[in-house]
């Protein structure tokens, strides 16, 4: 079954702790993304990554690092220096970056006390 | 700045009949548009587009309807159904340089009542 897969799907971490939230994909897609959605609000994009060994920014990337080693994995770190950490982060991908249409992952719940 | 805006924070609907969801956009540079569907602790799932050359597309019970001149798009869906009860994101993309980025709205509660 092909798909995209996030673990765990609930964390908890203490405060000042820096965290790394999984994402993988079996879709050969080229492209893969990380959002952030809060209650209330649409999914606002962390970073992207368009092929292997190459990442962006997107609106809201202060306080996180990615790395993209490999087609399939996509890591996010989040780390003390981001404000608000607690949040739901969704991982999708697309075939390419100009592919309009992106399938997300089934997202982690990160808990920071 | 919200480029994408679902001014409709839920919506109720009975089963059987239509579920209207709505979605307006402020940037004229959005060719894309596409409705996703998420359940409570699930990533979105992605449900049907309409490309900025059409002005209607159809899938099933789906219908999208995009109006550019009033940068208005709207989600039918006909006849609902309780599985259908869902939060409904509306988002944009733009294409060429930076047609990575999807931007959403901030999303529709649908309930519909058996």
């Known amino acids: 079954d092909g798909g995209i897969t996030q673990s765990p799907k609930y964390l908890f971490r203490k405060e000042g702790q820096n965290v790394t939230l999984s994402c993988e994909q079996n879709l050969n897609h080229d492209a893969m993304y990380w959002y952030r959605q809060d209650p209330g609000q649409g999914l606002r994009l962390i970073y992207y990554?368009?092929?292997?060994?190459?990442?962006q920014k997107g609106d809201i990337a202060e306080g996180y690092s990615v790395s993209r080693e490999k087609k399939e994995s996509f890591p996010l770190t989040v780390t003390s220096a981001q404000k608000n950490p607690t949040a739901f982060y969704l991982c999708a991908s697309s075939i390419s970056s100009s592919s309009y249409e992106q399938y997300f992952g089934p997202g982690t719940r990160l808990t920071v006390t | 700045d919200q480029q994408v805006k679902q001014n409709s924070p839920s919506l109720s609907v009975q089963e059987g009949r239509i579920s209207i969801l709505n979605c307006d956009y402020t940037n004229s540079m959005f060719d894309y548009f596409l409705w996703y569907k998420k359940y409570p602790a699930e990533g979105p799932t992605f449900l049907i587009s309409i490309s900025s050359i059409k002005d209607k597309n159809e899938d099933g019970r789906f219908t999208v309807f995009l109006n550019k001149s009033a940068k208005h798009l709207s989600l039918h869906i006909v006849p609902s159904q309780p599985g259908d009860s869902a939060v409904y994101f509306c988002?944009?993309?733009?294409?060429?340089?930076?047609?990575?980025?999807?931007?959403f709205g901030k999303g529709t509660k649908l309930s519909v009542i058996p």
């Open positions: 988002a944009a993309n733009r294409g060429g340089a930076g047609s990575y980025q999807l931007t």
């Open positions: 990554s368009q092929i292997v060994n190459d990442f």
